[in-house]
């Protein structure tokens, strides 16, 4: 079934650990997200990905990095995992970079830091 | 400041019954609209997206609104069902923007009861 691969579904982590959440699409799509979403605040984006080799940063970029090696995969990294970015974390992909192209969501990783 | 307010923050309602929500936003200038259906645990799935021009949508049950003029959004569900019980996420986007320019709602949390 083509779409978003996200993995793991949900980790526990302690803090001060590195971590990162893969990411991979099979729909040749050539812009990528990462959102995190948490209670009463909505998705806000953390880095986006028009085309592979290009990233950018979103609203809430800090304590996180990513890279796009290839069209298919965005890992997302936290260098030092801190319990505020406990979350549950959104990759997302869309034809284009646009604003007019809908995106496509995986099913999230949910992320616990103590 | 580019904002989308939705209304109610929840509801409930009966099978059967039908339920309009409601999207605020002061997002300039405007490029589209659109709603999006979270269920528990999964990522968000597109419904409807609309343009400038256009001022109503179906996708089965569903029906957008658009009033630019005054600037809401509303969704109206049909007849629904138990499985319409999901999370309604509200998304504007700028025009000309990159995908760093969607604006999230927080979402309307919707149940349906038997």
């Known amino acids: 079934i083509a779409g978003i691969t996200q993995a793991p579904t949900s980790q526990i982590l302690a803090a001060g650990r590195r971590m990162t959440l893969r990411c991979t699409q099979d729909m040749r799509h050539n812009a990528m997200y990462w959102y995190r979403q948490d209670l009463g605040l909505g998705l806000r984006l953390i880095h986006y990905?028009?085309?592979?080799?290009?990233?950018g940063k979103g609203e809430v970029p800090d304590g996180y990095s990513v890279s796009r090696a290839n069209t298919d995969d965005f890992p997302l990294t936290l260098a030092s995992a801190v319990p505020s970015q406990t979350s549950v974390y959104f990759c997302?992909?869309?034809?284009?970079?646009?604003?007019?192209?809908?995106?496509?969501f995986g099913a999230g990783s949910r992320l616990t830091v103590l | 400041k580019n904002q989308v307010e939705q209304s109610p923050q929840s509801l409930i309602i009966l099978e059967g019954k039908n339920c309009t929500l409601q999207?605020?936003?002061?997002?300039?200038?405007?490029?589209?609209l659109r709603w999006y259906k979270q269920d528990t645990g999964r990522g968000p799935v597109s419904l409807t997206i609309m343009t400038f021009s256009e001022n109503t949508k179906s996708n089965g049950r569903y029906t957008a609104t658009l009033d630019a003029d005054t600037k809401q959004s509303s969704l109206h569900i049909t007849a629904s069902q138990l499985s319409d019980s999901a999370s309604y996420i509200c998304?504007?986007?700028?025009?000309?923007?990159?995908?760093?320019?969607?604006?999230f709602g927080k979402g309307t949390k919707l149940s349906v009861k038997p």
């Open positions: 999207c605020n936003y002061t997002v300039s200038p405007f490029s589209n």
């Open positions: 990905s028009n085309t592979a080799g290009t990233t």
């Open positions: 997302a992909s869309s034809e284009q970079g646009s604003g007019a192209n809908v995106l496509t």
């Open positions: 998304v504007v986007t700028s025009y000309g923007g990159s995908q760093g320019n969607l604006i």
